[in-house]
């Protein structure tokens, strides 16, 4: 999967810029492991050019998000295009995530 | 500087502050109180006079002068994407977003930060905009501190320019223009029979309207012995029966029959029902099965069909998978129903309960509750005994065969049940076939997220791969 990662100050943000499924979703929980076992623990998500994403997905977004808040981070989504923000509507996860239509306001949100 | 050059400051700044862009905030706080009364619907789309909110709210926008709109609700529904879409029926672009429960109006413009990045119109809350479609409204983004300010009890209108203090708005000298509250049924009523009685012209509303007071959408039956007497307005796919008596005050929705010798007054019958014979109907609204009285807001649900129904219609059903599931039932019911039997004899662990079906309704059911404590248990398992027993229900066309984690009839799954859409329960689930722990949030995310792929050929997968994980 094409993940980039960078950091802005102590946010990370990881840029999914391919289709994230089963098949990748390793990928994305050994990066987040790797986020966390460093203590970066404020992380944006930024979804402007993923392609796709199914269950197995969005199932590894909320068991992440879980573990870094209970380490007093956060994951935050930034610039949901209409090939996510649909199904991140369906299965309610606009109900965990801060979501927001831009990279910096979703890192400036950190502090 | 001269009087001329002061006009074009005063003129530029007018124009420096016209919003160019609508957000429309509808929060579940302020809303939510409307879905214990009428179900099935977000609140944004509560009709008036036909009519749905949002609506009204989107026309006020364009108004105004803008030229895009963004929807932010933390419990959108995918009603409202699918009416709207992405406003070119409008001339507008409509965008969307979610928000969160907890978050305040400053943390939405946060996260819409490029969407407000000009001149914004905020309509906040759940409230009706009074306006009228004749009048000007360029300068509402002025300051008239001797106006009354643009809010209510449960919303307000505000202006957003980047690098300003958000500013409430006022109302504008010999104006319509007002901001209703929606707080109870009540106020939904009044402001209908407001519309559909004085103030019909000032809005753009449905049907055709070549009388005044009298609104008629397409495909509208009227039999010759009905009598309406204006002002009424009637929706798409209206079937008014013999002898009915329609009016004075009379909205009724599309898709509505109403049966033979009833009749309404100073009433509204909300989009799908069916209103049936010999009714007198008199200060209601009435949605489905449910009669709310529009002066104390007393709400009765009928049982009996022949009264009143709904005619909405659930989640579609596909015929040519229809077959495919009742023939792949009937060959496993055949070659599983010997060893089924064989096995419910020897383990006698029948418990019955009961679940919600595709439409809302109960089903009680018996089946065998396996786990892997007994050799014998474990065999039931790998030959899914205990789906086989539920095979009946297939056949019968209560269940699918390939669906949803059936929802207990119980206050709690009815609550789940209001909550999902194409909610079609099957004796085969997709979380199941995923081997997701029951109760994990995953089962949730994995069950949503099937309602809204459902394929044929995934179906089978999910058959083939409940059979794998539990052999």
Known sequence: ?????????????????????????????????????????????????????????????????????????????????????????????????????SVDTAVSSFS | MTGNSLSLVAQQKIEEWRPMKALIVMDEARCGWLRGVIQNNHPGMMPFCNKPLLEYLLDFSILCGCEQLRFVMDEPGDEIEDYFDNGSKWGISISYASSRASDTLEDILEKNSTFCDEPTLIIDGFCFIGYSKNEDYDSLSDHRPEEPQLRCGSGQMLIHQHGEPLRVLHGLAESRLEVLPLEAIGDCYDISMHILDSTSGEYVLPGYNNEAGVFIGRNVTISKSTTITKPVMLGNNVQLQ??????????????????????????????????????????????????????????????????????????????????????????????????????????????????????????????????????????????????????????????????????????????????????????????????????????????????????????????????????
Request: charged share 25%; hydrophobic share 40%.
């Open chain 2, 242 to 471: 013999e002898n009915t008596v329609i009016g004075p005050g009379a909205i009724i929705g599309s898709n509505v029959i109403v049966d033979t010798g009833t009749s309404i007054e100073k009433s509204i019958i909300i989009n799908n029902s069916y209103v049936g014979t010999e009714l007198k109907i008199k200060k209601k609204i009435i949605h489905s099965t449910v009669a709310i009285s529009a002066e104390t807001g007393t709400s009765i649900r009928f049982v009996d069909d022949h009264l009143l129904s709904g005619l909405k219609q659930c989640a579609p059903r596909k015929m040519p998978r229809l077959i495919v599931h009742w023939v792949l039932a009937c060959l496993f019911f055949v070659s599983g129903i010997i060893p089924a039997l064989l096995f419910q004899l020897l383990l006698k662990k029948r418990e019955t309960h009961t679940i919600l079906r595709h439409n809302g309704k109960s089903l009680s059911i018996a089946s065998l509750q396996l786990s892997s404590n007994s050799l014998v248990e474990q065999l039931a398992r790998i030959f899914l005994v205990d789906k086989v027993m539920l095979l009946p229900h297939v056949l019968s066309g209560r269940l699918d065969l390939v669906g949803n984690k059936p929802f207990p009839a119980t206050p709690d799954g009815e609550k789940q049940y209001a909550d999902f859409n194409n909610y079609l329960p099957g004796i085969f689930s997709f979380s199941e076939s995923q081997s997701i722990e029951e109760g994990d949030f995953q089962e949730e995310i994995a069950e949503r997220y099937f309602s809204a792929n459902r394929r044929f050929w995934g179906d089978l997968q999910v058959i083939i791969k409940t059979f794998t994980t539990r052999w």
């Open chain 1, 1 to 101: 999967m094409d993940m980039k990662v960078e950091q802005s100050g102590d946010v990370t943000i990881v840029a999914i810029n391919d289709r994230f499924e089963a098949a990748t979703a390793d990928e994305y929980r050994t990066t987040m492991y790797d986020l966390a076992e460093k203590g970066h623990l404020k992380v944006v998500l930024d979804f402007g050019k993923t392609a796709f994403i199914d269950s197995s997905a969005l199932g590894s977004l909320v068991s992440s998000v879980r573990k870094f808040r209970q380490h007093e981070g956060d994951i935050k989504f930034a610039c949901m295009n209409e090939q996510v923000r649909p199904l991140v509507k369906i299965v309610r996860l606009h109900r965990i995530f801060d979501i927001f239509d």
